[in-house]
């Protein structure tokens, strides 16, 4: 996606966020063609720079040049009116704030939505949290981990007969993210419209309720609590994981039409209540088993072969490297080469070719401070972008 074809290109988002949800929602603008302005903290900046090993060649840590690549970043300390005045005048020349302190920091900080707003009545705000601004629970400090376990997440993932696991990815922060991304781009086209802001938010709790909007729904029906299925389905059968000589696969059948073929394809002994789903799901237990049976007779690439053959839902289950090197990911161009890195990518988060190759820079902490606060200094009441702390790279 060229620059003057990407959705948010002029656009200029000031981003005061860091770890994960955060930082997610800031790179999917950007992969859209918005400018990102990362504001970090003179005590080191975000805390993933340190979260490592791996880490580049250059110190950034995998995980933090994976959600930052591509931005800028200045050092601003908020606790001085020196640095609120700084952050005050860009504000007047950006478009979106995007922040995930705890509720009450922003206001201390003289970042909220009240104060920002009177400097750009166009402005688009939005607010991070784990539990929302004013909940019951807002005081409470809310990461990954902690919102899966609370929302009921972490009880449904896991082996029917384990203990409750996390998800592999940071599943609901990676969600929280690519909502607040969607509630800015909503606000910015009405900002356009009307010449008037907002101030959106997004939670990790509520992202995470609604991620089990099925079987909460459920829930409500029945009464019966949700439980684990391990990679299976709770509403289909089969459908999910299955052993095969040399490893697995996923495969299964969503509805009765193909449950038909299904059967005709594995030669699959079946019992009279299996015709409907219904009955399959009630009787899952021993229909995977004899699923099981038959998969292990076979290899995953002959297994694979056969079902996609008649056009069935099939799949090897692969390692991240796998999936990396496979020539077709390749072939879609989807992963951005990261700046002095010969074998280092990170894909784009908005599933859109990663255009000519041009590897993207990680930002060293505080690298554009003086270029993007260095022509503002007129603004800042005697104060110039001289005065800022310089931060050593971690």
């Given at each position: 996606?060229?620059?003057?074809?990407?959705?948010?290109?002029?656009?200029?988002?000031?981003?005061?966020?860091?770890?994960l949800?955060?930082?997610?929602?800031?790179?999917?603008l950007?992969?859209?063609?918005?400018?990102?302005?990362?504001?970090?903290?003179?005590?080191?900046?975000?805390?993933?720079?340190?979260?490592g090993p791996?880490?580049?060649?250059?110190?950034?840590?995998?995980?933090?040049?994976?959600?930052?690549?591509?931005?800028?970043?200045i050092?601003v300390?908020?606790?001085?009116?020196?640095?609120r005045?700084?952050?005050?005048?860009?504000?007047?020349?950006?478009?979106?704030?995007v922040?995930?302190?705890?509720?009450?920091?922003?206001e201390?900080l003289?970042?909220?939505?009240?104060?920002l707003?009177?400097?750009?009545?166009?402005?688009?705000v939005?607010?991070?949290?784990?539990?929302g601004?004013?909940s019951?629970?807002?005081?409470?400090?809310?990461?990954e981990?902690?919102?899966?376990?609370?929302s009921?997440?972490?009880h449904?993932?896991?082996?029917?007969?384990?203990?409750p696991?996390?998800?592999?990815?940071?599943?609901i922060?990676?969600?929280?993210?690519?909502?607040a991304?969607?509630?800015?781009t909503?606000?910015?086209?009405?900002?356009?419209?009307?010449?008037?802001?907002a101030h959106?938010?997004?939670?990790?709790?509520?992202?995470?309720?609604?991620?089990?909007?099925?079987?909460?729904?459920?829930?409500?029906?029945?009464?019966?609590?949700?439980?684990?299925?391990?990679?299976?389905?709770?509403?289909?059968?089969?459908?999910?994981?299955f052993?095969?000589?040399?490893?697995?696969?996923?495969t299964?059948?969503?509805?009765?039409?193909?449950?038909?073929?299904?059967?005709?394809?594995?030669?699959?002994?079946?019992?009279?209540?299996?015709?409907?789903?219904?009955?399959?799901?009630?009787?899952?237990?021993?229909l995977?088993?004899r699923?099981?049976?038959?998969?292990?007779?076979?290899t995953?690439?002959?297994?694979?072969?056969l079902?996609?053959?008649?056009?069935?839902?099939?799949a090897?289950?692969?390692?991240?490297?796998?999936?990396v090197?496979?020539p077709?990911t390749?072939?879609?161009?989807?992963?951005?080469?990261?700046?002095?890195?010969?074998?280092?990518?990170?894909?784009?988060?908005?599933?859109?070719?990663?255009g000519?190759?041009?590897p993207?820079?990680?930002p060293?902490?505080?690298?554009?401070?003086?270029?993007?606060?260095?022509?503002?200094?007129?603004?800042?009441?005697?104060?110039?972008?001289?005065?800022?702390?310089?931060?050593?790279?971690?």
């Amino acid at each position: 996606m060229s620059a003057s074809t990407s959705p948010l290109a002029g656009v200029t988002v000031l981003d005061f966020t860091r770890i994960l949800s955060g930082p997610y929602c800031t790179l999917l603008l950007a992969d859209q063609g918005a400018e990102v302005i990362k504001v970090e903290a003179p005590d080191g900046g975000d805390d993933t720079r340190r979260w490592g090993p791996p880490f580049l060649a250059d110190g950034s840590s995998a995980y933090f040049a994976a959600l930052n690549r591509g931005k800028k970043s200045i050092v601003v300390d908020l606790r001085l009116p020196a640095g609120r005045a700084r952050i005050h005048a860009l504000v007047r020349r950006v478009d979106v704030v995007v922040e995930n302190f705890r509720p009450g920091v922003a206001e201390r900080l003289g970042i909220d939505f009240s104060t920002l707003s009177g400097l750009n009545p166009r402005l688009v705000v939005c607010s991070i949290s784990g539990y929302g601004l004013d909940s019951g629970y807002s005081h409470l400090p809310g990461t990954e981990i902690i919102i899966e376990a609370m929302s009921g997440a972490m009880h449904v993932t896991g082996d029917p007969d384990g203990e409750p696991v996390r998800f592999g990815p940071a599943m609901i922060d990676i969600a929280t993210g690519l909502t607040a991304a969607t509630k800015i781009t909503a606000a910015l086209l009405r900002a356009r419209e009307t010449g008037e802001g907002a101030h959106v938010t997004s939670s990790l709790y509520a992202t995470a309720l609604a991620s089990l909007s099925t079987l909460i729904t459920s829930y409500g029906v029945d009464g019966v609590e949700p439980r684990r299925w391990g990679s299976h389905h709770p509403s289909i059968a089969p459908y999910g994981g299955f052993p095969t000589a040399d490893g697995n696969l996923v495969t299964g059948a969503i509805n009765d039409r193909t449950w038909t073929t299904f059967v005709a394809v594995l030669g699959l002994e079946v019992e009279a209540g299996w015709a409907t789903n219904p009955g399959r799901v009630a009787d899952r237990d021993r229909l995977n088993e004899r699923i099981a049976a038959i998969t292990r007779t076979r290899t995953t690439g002959e297994w694979v072969d056969l079902l996609n053959e008649h056009g069935l839902l099939v799949a090897p289950i692969r390692t991240v490297g796998q999936a990396v090197d496979d020539p077709v990911t390749q072939s879609m161009n989807l992963l951005v080469p990261l700046d002095g890195e010969s074998t280092v990518s990170a894909p784009r988060l908005d599933g859109e070719p990663a255009g000519d190759g041009t590897p993207q820079h990680v930002p060293a902490i505080g690298e554009h401070t003086d270029e993007i606060l260095g022509g503002l200094a007129g603004t800042f009441s005697g104060t110039s972008s001289s005065d800022l702390p310089e931060s050593p790279r971690p």
